[in-house]
């Protein structure tokens, strides 16, 4: 099992960047699939990005269109999400998430564990 706590979150301007962090910990961390996702109040949780374990390989939702980046550093077991010009729909609980197949996916429940999520508020 992996342990997750996501970081960088906070409340910023439409425009402004905002760089989430996530650090994972467990023995076998640096070889899961990793992947964010955020939900917004009363909406479901939904896919935004993921990397495979050695980062060749990345992910993205259709509507990021290049405002995010995912990024690891696996000697510091840590995955990034770099979010610019954001804008207020922007505006949710963001989590991060590993997927022990590394697959890939963009569904929730491709992925086994989750962190308790970190809050992004982006006002117009």
């Known amino acids: 099992q992996v342990q997750l706590v996501e970081s960088g979150g906070g409340s910023v301007q439409a425009g402004d960047s905002l760089r989430l962090s996530c650090a994972a910990s467990g023995r076998t961390a640096s070889y899961y699939g990793m992947g964010w996702f955020r939900q917004a109040p009363g909406k479901e949780r939904m896919f935004v990005a993921a990397?495979?374990?050695?980062?060749?390989?990345?992910y993205y939702a259709d509507w990021v269109k290049g405002r995010f980046t995912i990024s690891r550093d696996n000697a510091k077991h840590t995955v990034t999400l770099q979010m610019n010009s954001l804008k207020p729909e922007d505006t949710a609980v963001y989590y991060c998430?590993?997927?022990?197949?590394?697959?890939?996916?963009?569904?929730?429940?491709?992925?086994?564990?989750w962190g308790q999520g970190t809050q992004v508020t982006v006002s117009s």
């Open positions: 990397i495979n374990w050695s980062g060749s390989r990345e």
């Open positions: 998430a590993a997927d022990s197949l590394d697959s890939g996916g963009r569904n929730v429940y491709e992925y086994a564990s």
